[in-house]
């Protein structure tokens, strides 16, 4: 199953803050964030191991609630080069090799 | 130095013909995957190897063969292709079945016509 990702797309003015939702049906053992620029590779953000934990990635953080079976992207104070599709991804298990990607949030910061 | 590369970058060809896409990595990796990236944008995994051993095969058409003859190589064929394969096809590599982050080679867009 997948994950589910809201908001579906956003749109920011330069400064503004954003926060992405991830939500699955199933426990999860990790969460990655990955952003794909248009015509572009997905390029890994970070990785969540432990519940409750935070981590960061220049002014881009995210949180992760176990129990809740979500996870969080903060973007703070969104640049221009922030613009993107943002995926949050679940392995099925401990591994990596099945990481199931979430329904992606398109992010659009305008000047 | 490219990490993950993939060839060809564009493909378009008719429905029917076969077609095969490569993909090479120089980082060490002992992981590699094949993900379908659709209009709609979403990102579905194919298949997953781990030292050359297929490990995950989803529920792919069998017209679909991944065949890795090392581990920094990866390669995918495709049989009589289809309208629905259109699609931009991302091969990508881990180290060792773990937690670490993927990377994703450029991506092969392939157009059925």
């Known amino acids: 199953q997948q994950p589910v990702q809201s908001p579906q797309a956003v749109i920011l003015r330069e400064g503004e803050d954003a926060v992405i939702n991830c939500s699955s049906s199933?426990?999860?053992?990790?969460v990655h964030w990955y952003r794909q620029k248009h015509g572009e590779a997905p390029v890994f953000l970070m990785i969540l191991l432990k519940g409750g934990e935070q981590k960061g990635h220049e002014k881009i953080s995210a949180s992760f609630n176990e129990k809740k079976q979500q996870s969080s992207l903060y973007l703070t104070a969104s640049q221009l080069s922030y613009s993107g599709t943002y995926f949050c991804?679940?392995?099925?298990?401990?591994?990596?090799?099945?990481?199931?990607f979430g329904t992606g949030t398109r992010l659009t910061i305008i000047p | 130095d490219t990490a993950v590369s993939q060839t060809p970058k564009y493909l378009v060809t008719q429905m029917g013909n076969d077609k095969s896409i490569k993909c090479e990595q120089n980082?060490?990796?002992?992981?590699m995957y094949w993900y379908k990236q659709d209009s709609k944008k979403f990102l579905k995994i194919m298949f997953s190897y781990n030292n050359k051993e297929l490990i995950i095969n989803e529920t792919v058409p069998n017209r679909f063969s991944p065949k890795s003859p090392d581990k920094a190589h990866l390669n995918l064929h495709i049989n009589s292709l289809e309208l629905g394969d259109s699609a931009v096809y991302f091969c990508?590599?881990?180290?060792?079945?773990?937690?670490?982050?993927?990377?994703f080679g450029e991506g092969s867009r392939l157009t059925v016509l």
């Open positions: 990508a590599s881990s180290q060792r079945r773990g937690t670490g982050e993927l990377f």
């Open positions: 980082l060490g990796h002992d992981t």
């Open positions: 991804g679940t392995p099925r298990g401990f591994g990596n090799e099945k990481l199931t």
């Open positions: 199933k426990a999860l053992y990790s």
